[in-house]
């Protein structure tokens, strides 16, 4: 049996992992998806979780396919009602299917259990084929300062930057509220421990993957393991895969490009976090210079265009994983 603990995002964590589980027969893969937490927020009283609800919805073949998130047949009245009374955020609209997750989440974590533990009630329901961790039990929230009509200096949760003003302010500062309390949960630090792979899926390099990177104990994990860690370029020729990466990118000072994030990880060899990066075929003129900075880099198709096409992905992955152990 071969260990594989994924970093994940939401919607480019579950497409990668759909096609990753579709490998777990044919190569005895155990697959612990390791999500992450900076996009939660409290809303209307319940806590809400994008990515973990995206990669739970996806892998339990409930999520809207046409959206690409939030569970399909949805209906969305009691939003209407919450927003008839002033009450949540009327640009964030929460589907009543949803909500019930939410609820169920909110009803457990105030009952005492921890995240870790909700997660996995809740994951119970569906047959996902993977274990499904949140990075961390503590609530870090990941903020974004900007400077508003007026010049005053801003500071928002993601979400509504992302999906309010779809990221058209630049960013000035991405922060991480609360992190300083935090630590990466015992689970994660113990899936990345056991793992013989480690996989950094093609999600937000800046506000999933870095935020992730950004909670204590994680880069120690990540360099005490013994596991080979590969990376998939969420960048395709100069563009972000899915939504603003970009904007993200801005906001660090790193060039949205494949060869950029990867060195922004860097190599392992050198104190960074990767053995192998895979770029697009569309960017193989990077390979060569990746290469020489330390991290083995291979072109292969990226576009996860449909789960056929994502397992393949996930298969070049483990075979640059495997030839780096």
């Known amino acids: 049996?071969?260990?594989?603990?994924?970093?994940?995002?939401?919607?480019?964590?579950?497409?990668?992992?759909?096609?990753?589980?579709?490998?777990?027969a044919e190569h005895r893969l155990e697959i612990t998806v390791v999500a992450n937490t900076g996009d939660d927020l409290w809303l209307a009283g319940l806590r809400v979780c994008p990515d973990l609800d995206s990669i739970m919805y996806s892998l339990g073949e409930a999520n809207d396919l046409e959206r690409g998130w939030g569970r399909a047949?949805?209906?969305?009245?009691?939003?209407?009602?919450?927003?008839?009374?002033?009450?949540?955020w009327p640009w964030f609209t929460l589907g009543d299917l949803d909500l019930g997750t939410h609820i169920a989440r909110t009803s457990l974590l105030r009952d005492g259990h921890s995240l870790t533990e909700v997660t996995r009630r809740l994951s119970a329901r569906w047959d996902l084929g993977v274990r499904l961790l949140p990075v961390t039990d503590n609530e870090v929230e990941t903020h974004v300062q900007f400077a508003g009509p007026d010049g005053i200096i801003e500071t928002v949760h993601f979400e509504?930057?992302?999906?309010?003003?779809?990221?058209?302010?630049?960013?000035?500062?991405?922060?991480?509220?609360?992190?300083?309390?935090?630590?990466?949960?015992?689970?994660?630090?113990?899936?990345?421990?056991?793992?013989?792979?480690?996989?950094?899926?093609?999600?937000?390099?800046?506000?999933?993957?870095?935020?992730?990177?950004?909670?204590?104990?994680?880069?120690?994990?990540?360099?005490?393991?013994?596991?080979?860690?590969?990376?998939?370029?969420?960048?395709?020729?100069?563009?972000?895969?899915?939504?603003?990466?970009?904007?993200?990118?801005?906001?660090?000072?790193?060039?949205?490009?494949?060869?950029?994030?990867?060195?922004?990880?860097?190599?392992?060899?050198?104190?960074?976090?990767?053995?192998?990066?895979?770029?697009?075929?569309?960017d193989a003129a990077v390979v060569e210079r990746l290469n020489a900075a330390g991290i083995e880099a291979r072109a292969v198709p990226l576009w996860m265009t449909d789960d056929p096409a994502s397992a393949e992905i996930a298969r070049a992955a483990l075979d640059l994983a495997v030839a780096r152990r």
């Not at 009691?78 to 009450?87: D, F, H, N």
Request: net charge neutral.
């Open 160 to 282: 509504e930057w992302w999906v309010k003003h779809r990221a058209r302010v630049p960013a000035l500062r991405i922060l991480q509220s609360g992190v300083e309390k935090s630590h990466i949960s015992q689970e994660t630090a113990t899936a990345i421990a056991e793992a013989d792979i480690v996989m950094f899926a093609p999600s937000n390099p800046v506000v999933s993957i870095g935020t992730m990177l950004s909670l204590p104990g994680m880069r120690a994990a990540l360099t005490a393991t013994s596991a080979p860690i590969v990376g998939l370029s969420p960048i395709i020729g100069g563009a972000p895969v899915r939504g603003m990466a970009d904007a993200c990118l801005a906001a660090i000072g790193v060039e949205t490009l494949a060869e950029a994030v990867g060195l922004h990880y860097g190599p392992r060899s050198a104190g960074g976090l990767l053995d192998g990066w895979l770029v697009d075929e569309s």
């Open 1 to 24: 049996m071969t260990r594989i603990t994924i970093l994940a995002g939401g919607v480019g964590g579950a497409k990668f992992t759909r096609g990753a589980r579709a490998l777990s």
């Open 73 to 88: 047949g949805e209906t969305e009245r009691v939003s209407a009602e919450l927003s008839a009374y002033g009450v949540g």
